[in-house]
Nanobody
Framework: QVQLVESGGGLVQPGGSLRLSCAAS????????MSWYRQAPGKQRELVAT???????NYADSVNGRFTISRENAKNTVNLRMNSLKPEDTAVYYC??????????????WGQGTQVTVSS
């Protein structure tokens, strides 16, 4: 069984910063990639950023240059540093990981989500 637990959400003023963290635990053989998604009210869930085991990162155009994703491989952890936050960044942020639990057995796992609200 695999669990992803997020932390670090909250209320911040426009222009402020927040740091989200996500830790994966359980029966994990190896992690392919860890990502952050978000879902605003009335909108579809969207990919925010991805960090692969090979060290590459990708960002949505809307956050590129403001958000930074980083992994701590030894701890099965991924962080999302969010700077210059805007009201349109308000959403529930979800951590996701594609990982192997056994040779040849992989799946996508999700955290429970953490609320980020950007408002004055």
């Amino acid at each position: 069984q695999v669990q992803l637990v997020e932390s670090g959400g909250g209320l911040v003023q426009p222009g402020g910063s927040l740091r989200l963290s996500c830790a994966a635990s359980g029966t994990i053989l190896s992690i392919v990639a860890m990502s952050w998604y978000r879902q605003a009210p009335g909108k579809q869930r969207e990919l925010v950023a991805t960090a692969t085991s090979g060290g590459s990162t990708n960002y949505a155009d809307s956050v590129n240059g403001r958000f930074t994703i980083s992994r701590e491989n030894a701890k099965n952890t991924v962080n999302l540093r969010m700077n210059s936050l805007k009201p349109e960044d308000t959403a529930v942020y979800y951590c996701s990981s594609r990982l192997y639990t056994a040779p040849g057995v992989w799946d996508d796992y999700w955290g429970q989500g953490t609320q980020v609200t950007v408002s004055s």
